[in-house]
């Protein structure tokens, strides 16, 4: 999660046509893999106002564990491409999926 | 999303048994509904560290307005039931879908 600040700098053309295709490529073929949601930050609770988050991916694997195997051989190569698109540090974390619809 | 704190309450229980069941019940009648997951957060970006969030609820809809549609008939109940499992207050955003699968 990426969080929002006035002078961030953020290139969704980027991000979405380069680094989550590419992202996606090269986690996907791990037999953990169950999905993934790339969005973008449109408002906060109230319309108009400004998202906490700017944008936001959350990869769902079966386990945790299943996602580091799966990222950390492309850590490098994908952590060395943010810079292309912004200089946001983001906010990461790990959730267990309780119910799922 | 619920930030964490080290004094916040929050009662996985009641939620995922009670609060969301009933949030769904109420939401997914709605034909802009696609879906919804929730989720407890494990841990931080490193493992063992603590999570940025306790809970995440994400409900996914056609469009921004299907979820108001949706919602708004219900706010009362479900804002009001909030007590009864946090004494966090939630921060809330609304994103627009860019890549899903």
Chains 1, 2 share one sequence.
Do not use: W
Not at 12 to 26: A, T
Not at 63 to 70: H, I, K
Not at 78 to 89: E, R
């Amino acid at each position: 999660m990426y969080p929002k600040s006035a002078d961030a700098r953020f290139d969704f053309r980027y991000y979405v046509d380069k680094h989550m295709p590419r992202s996606i490529e090269l986690l996907s073929v791990h037999p953990g893999f169950r999905g993934v949601s790339v969005e973008r930050g449109a408002a906060g609770a109230v319309p108009g106002s400004e998202p906490a988050y700017v944008a936001m991916c959350h990869f769902t694997f079966t386990t945790a564990d299943a996602f580091l195997e799966a990222f950390l051989p492309h850590a490098s190569e994908l952590q060395g491409d943010m810079p292309n698109y912004t200089d946001i540090v983001p906010t990461i974390q790990v959730n267990e999926v309780l119910i799922s619809r």
